[in-house]
Protein backbone atom coordinates (compact mmCIF):
# COMPACT_ATOMS: atom_id res chain seq x y z
CA UNK A 1 0.00 0.00 0.00
CA UNK A 2 0.71 3.26 -0.52
CA UNK A 3 0.31 6.78 1.55
CA UNK A 4 -0.49 9.80 -0.31
CA UNK A 5 -0.42 13.37 1.37
CA UNK A 6 -1.57 16.38 -0.89
CA UNK A 7 -1.61 19.47 1.10
CA UNK A 8 -2.49 23.23 0.18
CA UNK A 9 0.48 25.60 0.81
CA UNK A 10 4.24 25.17 0.81
CA UNK A 11 6.18 25.06 3.69
CA UNK A 12 9.08 27.46 3.68
CA UNK A 13 12.95 26.35 4.73
CA UNK A 14 13.03 26.29 8.47
CA UNK A 15 11.87 23.77 11.44
CA UNK A 16 8.65 23.10 9.97
CA UNK A 17 9.68 21.90 6.92
CA UNK A 18 12.74 20.07 8.74
CA UNK A 19 10.35 18.23 11.13
CA UNK A 20 7.86 17.11 8.25
CA UNK A 21 10.72 15.63 6.48
CA UNK A 22 12.17 14.01 9.35
CA UNK A 23 8.44 11.88 9.85
CA UNK A 24 8.07 11.64 6.24
CA UNK A 25 10.94 10.11 5.85
CA UNK A 26 10.83 7.86 9.24
CA UNK A 27 8.18 6.87 8.01
CA UNK A 28 8.96 5.68 4.63
CA UNK A 29 11.99 3.71 5.85
CA UNK A 30 9.91 1.63 8.60
CA UNK A 31 6.84 1.83 6.85
CA UNK A 32 8.20 -1.20 4.40
CA UNK A 33 8.29 -3.22 7.19
CA UNK A 34 4.60 -2.63 7.69
CA UNK A 35 4.20 -3.16 4.24
CA UNK A 36 3.59 0.38 2.80
CA UNK A 37 5.70 0.77 0.18
CA UNK A 38 5.88 4.81 -0.09
CA UNK A 39 5.03 7.74 1.84
CA UNK A 40 4.86 10.45 -0.95
CA UNK A 41 4.14 14.26 0.20
CA UNK A 42 2.75 16.35 -2.58
CA UNK A 43 2.34 19.92 -1.37
CA UNK A 44 0.43 22.38 -4.41
CA UNK A 45 -0.18 26.42 -4.25
CA UNK A 46 -2.84 28.31 -2.34
CA UNK A 47 -4.87 29.56 -4.79
CA UNK A 48 -5.80 33.30 -5.38
CA UNK A 49 -9.24 33.37 -6.55
CA UNK A 50 -11.20 35.76 -5.41
CA UNK A 51 -13.32 34.34 -2.98
CA UNK A 52 -12.75 31.38 -0.65
CA UNK A 53 -15.35 29.34 -2.37
CA UNK A 54 -13.51 29.77 -5.65
CA UNK A 55 -10.29 29.45 -3.83
CA UNK A 56 -11.38 25.75 -2.12
CA UNK A 57 -12.97 24.57 -5.53
CA UNK A 58 -9.68 25.39 -6.89
CA UNK A 59 -7.29 23.74 -4.60
CA UNK A 60 -9.55 20.73 -4.85
CA UNK A 61 -9.24 20.15 -8.24
CA UNK A 62 -5.47 20.72 -7.93
CA UNK A 63 -5.94 18.12 -4.87
CA UNK A 64 -8.06 15.29 -6.75
CA UNK A 65 -5.66 15.62 -10.23
CA UNK A 66 -3.07 14.55 -7.95
CA UNK A 67 -4.47 11.79 -6.33
CA UNK A 68 -3.45 7.81 -7.66
CA UNK A 69 -6.83 6.22 -9.14
CA UNK A 70 -9.01 4.38 -6.99
CA UNK A 71 -7.35 5.72 -4.10
CA UNK A 72 -9.18 5.73 -0.99
CA UNK A 73 -9.67 9.73 0.51
CA UNK A 74 -9.14 10.50 4.27
CA UNK A 75 -10.26 14.67 4.14
CA UNK A 76 -8.88 16.16 7.27
CA UNK A 77 -11.51 18.61 8.21
CA UNK A 78 -12.23 20.14 12.15
CA UNK A 79 -15.87 18.40 11.73
CA UNK A 80 -14.98 15.37 10.92
CA UNK A 81 -14.23 12.09 13.23
CA UNK A 82 -11.53 12.26 16.67
CA UNK A 83 -9.66 9.11 16.71
CA UNK A 84 -6.99 7.93 18.94
CA UNK A 85 -3.51 6.85 17.63
CA UNK A 86 -4.30 3.31 18.02
CA UNK A 87 -7.24 3.92 15.75
CA UNK A 88 -5.41 5.60 13.29
CA UNK A 89 -3.04 2.61 13.46
CA UNK A 90 -5.77 0.40 12.97
CA UNK A 91 -7.63 1.85 10.40
CA UNK A 92 -4.01 2.05 8.07
CA UNK A 93 -3.48 -1.39 8.72
CA UNK A 94 -7.41 -2.78 7.85
CA UNK A 95 -6.60 -0.67 4.63
CA UNK A 96 -2.87 -2.10 4.02
CA UNK A 97 -4.81 -5.98 4.88
CA UNK A 98 -7.59 -5.55 2.40
CA UNK A 99 -6.06 -4.96 -0.87
CA UNK A 100 -6.14 -0.66 -0.24
CA UNK A 101 -3.61 0.47 -3.24
CA UNK A 102 -3.20 4.04 -1.72
CA UNK A 103 -4.67 5.78 1.24
CA UNK A 104 -5.04 9.49 0.28
CA UNK A 105 -4.87 11.94 2.88
CA UNK A 106 -5.98 15.41 1.78
CA UNK A 107 -5.24 18.96 4.08
CA UNK A 108 -6.87 22.05 2.95
CA UNK A 109 -5.39 25.58 3.16
CA UNK A 110 -6.55 28.32 4.91
CA UNK A 111 -10.20 28.23 4.02
CA UNK A 112 -9.99 24.49 4.49
CA UNK A 113 -11.53 22.01 2.14
CA UNK A 114 -14.33 22.28 -0.49
CA UNK A 115 -17.92 20.31 0.64
CA UNK A 116 -17.71 18.65 -2.65
CA UNK A 117 -14.10 17.15 -2.06
CA UNK A 118 -15.05 16.75 1.92
CA UNK A 119 -18.40 14.93 0.74
CA UNK A 120 -16.50 12.68 -1.93
CA UNK A 121 -14.16 11.18 0.78
CA UNK A 122 -14.19 7.71 2.32
CA UNK A 123 -13.97 9.45 5.72
CA UNK A 124 -13.28 12.66 7.54
CA UNK A 125 -10.82 12.93 10.03
CA UNK A 126 -10.25 15.37 13.06
CA UNK A 127 -7.43 16.02 14.98
CA UNK A 128 -9.78 17.43 17.89
CA UNK A 129 -12.09 20.33 17.82
CA UNK A 130 -9.79 23.26 18.30
CA UNK A 131 -8.50 24.85 15.04
CA UNK A 132 -4.98 24.31 13.83
CA UNK A 133 -3.17 25.88 11.12
CA UNK A 134 -2.99 24.07 8.33
CA UNK A 135 0.99 23.82 8.08
CA UNK A 136 0.64 22.50 11.39
CA UNK A 137 -1.78 19.85 10.79
CA UNK A 138 0.65 18.48 7.92
CA UNK A 139 3.36 18.02 10.43
CA UNK A 140 0.75 16.34 13.09
CA UNK A 141 -0.76 14.08 10.37
CA UNK A 142 3.12 12.61 9.32
CA UNK A 143 3.82 12.40 13.10
CA UNK A 144 0.71 10.16 13.38
CA UNK A 145 1.25 8.29 10.11
CA UNK A 146 5.18 7.46 11.18
CA UNK A 147 3.39 6.56 14.88
CA UNK A 148 1.01 3.86 13.44
CA UNK A 149 3.61 2.26 11.26
CA UNK A 150 5.33 1.80 14.61
CA UNK A 151 2.53 0.51 16.11
CA UNK A 152 1.45 -2.05 13.01
CA UNK A 153 5.41 -2.99 13.20
CA UNK A 154 5.40 -2.82 17.44
CA UNK A 155 8.30 -0.80 17.58
CA UNK A 156 9.04 1.49 20.95
CA UNK A 157 8.19 4.27 19.75
CA UNK A 158 4.70 4.80 20.39
CA UNK A 159 4.38 4.01 24.74
CA UNK A 160 1.35 4.34 26.70
Known amino acids: MRIHLGAVGRLKAGPERKLAEAFLERAASIGRSAGIAQVHL ?17 EA ?11 VMI ?12 EFASLIGRRRDTGTGTLAFLIGGP ?5 DLKATAGLRLAFGRMTWPHRLVRIM ?20
Open 75 to 86: ALDGAGRDVTSE
Open 141 to 160: LLEQIYRSVTILVNHPYHRM
Open 42 to 58: AEIAESRAATAELRMAD
Open 111 to 115: DGLSA
Open 61 to 71: ARLMAGIPDKA
